[in-house]
């Protein structure tokens, strides 16, 4: 989950938080910032997570700091959770979400060497958000589709393993750089290129700039005791 910072408040007040959407998406780019689907400019604006929930909290309906993007499919698992109520969670605005999660095939997890207590947070993130339906060894529940949304991320995921393997393959792989940062930017699913591709400075590099995917926090990106991929 790639860690993010959406800044301070563009401006003093919004009268809706749907104003506050394009400067949302300058900020941390047209992701969601759970599952980090990406929102093609087509489909119109993301849509606006509330991290304090509008039914409980309606006076932060329009606080800049209470405003995320989420997906429908992790803000519909999400509905009206309330940090103030609810045992922690890792947020990617807040913690360093990199560290906490594990990649593979597609697939998300707690990181397998945290100590008991963040394994415990890190899977009610994924709980929360919905995206322990996906976990090969949790039998899907109802809401949402999962089959699609799994084919999907699936498809994100061997994707980017393909572009891994003909990276490694190429005689000037440098060459592919550009290329696979735009497959990258268009598909979304950051954690799972940079999974991939950690080892690869040349994309590494381009991942983690904030040029390419606006708001990445980039000191959270270095090597630490847990190791990705
Ligand atoms: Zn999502």
Not at 19 to 38: F, H
Not at 141 to 153: S, V
Request: hydrophobic share 35%.
């Amino acid at each position: 989950m790639r860690p993010i910072r959406r800044g301070e408040s563009p401006q003093e007040n919004y009268n809706s938080y749907l104003d506050a959407r394009m400067d949302l998406r300058d900020r941390i780019g047209p992701y969601c910032v759970y599952c980090e689907c990406y929102f093609a400019p087509s489909a119109g604006f993301p849509r606006v997570d509330h991290i304090h929930p509008q039914s409980r909290h309606p006076e932060r309906i329009n606080d800049w700091q209470n405003l995320l993007f989420a997906c429908d499919s992790c803000n519909g698992a999400k509905k009206a959770f309330d940090p103030a109520q609810e045992l922690p969670v890792f947020w990617p605005h807040l913690d360093n979400t990199w560290r906490v999660f594990f990649y593979r095939n597609g697939f998300v997890m707690p990181h397998p060497d945290l100590e008991e207590e963040e394994h415990a947070q890190a899977s009610r993130t994924l709980a929360m958000v919905g995206l322990d339906r996906f976990d090969p060894s949790n039998p899907p529940k109802p809401g949402g589709n999962p089959a699609e949304i799994l084919t999907a991320r699936l498809d994100a995921w061997n994707l980017a393993a393909r572009m891994k393997t003909k990276y490694d393959k190429a005689d000037h792989p440098e060459q592919l750089a550009n290329d696979i940062l735009e497959l990258a930017k268009k598909t979304g699913h950051w954690s799972y290129w940079m999974t991939l591709f950690q080892k690869c400075d040349p994309i590494r590099e381009r991942l983690m700039s904030t040029a390419h995917f606006p708001g990445t926090r980039r000191e959270c990106l270095e090597p630490g005791p847990l190791t990705q991929g």
